[in-house]
């Protein structure tokens, strides 16, 4: 019982490179999806259930979401019509975000990605984003989603830079410590 919150998290980062496999935006492709967008509902809401909430918990599910992210990007960019400025705008939060983990390495001396109300909503953004292709403009969606991106990840590097201690669950900036 004490580790199933991390193997429903590790199911994510083992299913989520299989939709490399399928049609991108089939049906199999879809399954995946939402298996793995479901299990990164689950993993959190079991291990706070349970009492399981742990620091490796914490890095499991954010080394899924990476994976996941960079699985979506490599699936997404023959799909969506990518001008220069979009795809400079989603290397800049790229770079901001591994500065972030960077920061996080070298003052830390640890691996995570906080996990913040901005970067929750960032990634619930970026999971809505193919379920609403067919029916929102991409020029609409692709500006919602990095918007929202940009500020959750400047908002995770002020955090990462400022604070005194690491910690993963903090809810934002604004917020006191978890």
């Known amino acids: 019982m004490k580790h199933i919150a991390n193997c429903i998290t590790g199911v994510r980062i083992l299913l989520a490179p299989l939709m490399l496999l399928t049609k991108p935006l089939g049906i199999a492709f879809y399954a995946l999806?939402?298996?793995?967008?479901m299990s990164d509902v689950l993993d959190g809401y079991i291990a706070r259930r349970t009492g399981?909430?742990?620091?490796?918990?914490?890095?499991?599910?954010?080394?899924?979401?990476?994976?996941?992210?960079c699985v979506m990007l490599i699936v997404m960019y023959p799909i969506i019509h990518s001008t220069v400025q979009i795809i400079v705008w989603i290397a800049l939060?790229?770079?901001?975000?591994?500065?972030?983990?960077?920061?996080?390495l070298f003052k830390y001396k640890t691996f995570g990605i906080t996990h913040t109300y901005g970067n929750k909503l960032a990634g619930l953004m970026l999971f809505?984003?193919?379920?609403?292709?067919?029916?929102?403009?991409?020029?609409?969606?692709?500006?919602?989603?990095?918007?929202?991106?940009?500020?959750?990840?400047?908002?995770?590097?002020?955090?990462?830079?400022?604070?005194?201690?690491?910690?993963?669950?903090?809810?934002?900036?604004?917020f006191k410590k978890s």
Do not use: H
């Open 93 to 104: 939060i790229g770079v901001i975000r591994t500065v972030s983990v960077i920061i996080v």
């Open 33 to 37: 999806y939402l298996i793995c967008g």
């Open 128 to 174: 809505i984003f193919p379920l609403l292709l067919a029916f929102v403009r991409q020029d609409i969606l692709i500006a919602v989603v990095c918007g929202t991106a940009t500020l959750s990840a400047v908002e995770e590097l002020l955090i990462n830079f400022i604070s005194k201690e690491f910690d993963i669950n903090r809810k934002g900036l604004f």
């Open 52 to 69: 399981t909430v742990s620091s490796w918990g914490g890095k499991l599910d954010s080394i899924a979401d990476l994976v996941m992210v």
